[in-house]
């Protein structure tokens, strides 16, 4: 099956700085990869996606990119804001799964 | 548009006691279900999957089972709770191609 590993597990930047997540999987038949972000308490929510056709993807002040050669997918996060301040989950189904395979999370920790 | 509900909010119950969490999809048809528990900082632990009515795939042998008695609706139940089944417990839905998930407000359970 999918192998999915995340990191960092935790990340702490000043406000205004960039963050970088990085996810690499197991399955190269892998042609969709979301992010997730889950505040505390609260429930995940999908917050931007990619899939294998294209290389970049950006949304405001988040952006993912992949890299399929290397099996590798990032989440990219500029002037963060305190409200960045959540646990981001990568995630992918693999090939020809509707079970969708977990990273462990990244606690991300913007201090004002 | 879809919507998924999931109740109770916060459950408290004593160990060995049965547990009964109910989750309903509207807006939809013949959705994938999902039920995952997250212990406290921890990442999303995939419990079971239903890709259709009465079809349940378990993901981690233990003394939960869950049911789908109807298209919509996933129900997650025990017979006698164990301390270890504390956690926060997450019903989702996704469409055939198990991709995005949209996930409930989820239940926080608490075994004492």
């Known amino acids: 099956g999918e192998n999915v590993e995340q990191h960092p597990s935790t990340l702490s930047v000043q406000e205004g700085d960039s963050a970088v997540i990085k996810c690499t999987y197991s399955d190269s038949a892998s042609n969709y990869f979301p992010w997730y972000k889950q505040e505390l308490g609260k429930r995940p929510q999908l917050i931007i996606d990619?899939?294998?056709?294209?290389g970049e993807k950006k949304d405001q002040r988040i952006a993912v990119t992949l890299n399929k050669t290397a099996k590798h997918f990032s989440l990219h996060i500029t002037e963060t804001q305190p409200e960045d301040s959540a646990v981001y989950f990568c995630a992918t189904p693999g090939g020809g799964s509707y079970i969708p395979t977990f990273g462990r999370g990244t606690s991300l920790i913007v201090h004002p | 548009s879809q919507t998924i509900h999931q109740w109770p909010a916060t459950l408290v119950q004593p160990v060995g006691s049965p547990l009964s969490l109910e989750c309903t999809v509207e807006?939809?048809?013949?959705?994938?279900l999902y039920w995952y528990r997250q212990a406290a900082g921890r990442g999303l632990q995939l419990l079971f999957y239903s890709v259709g009515i009465g079809q349940i795939s378990s993901e981690v042998p233990q003394n939960l089972s869950a049911s789908r008695p109807q298209d919509r609706q996933f129900i997650l139940s025990s017979k006698k709770l164990l301390l270890s089944d504390s956690g926060f417990y997450l019903c989702?839905?996704?469409?055939?191609?198990?991709?995005?998930?949209?996930f409930g407000s989820g239940t926080q359970l608490s075994v004492l």
């Open positions: 807006g939809t048809s013949n959705p994938n």
């Open positions: 990619i899939r294998s056709n294209v």
């Open positions: 989702a839905w996704s469409t055939g191609k198990g991709e995005k998930l949209f």
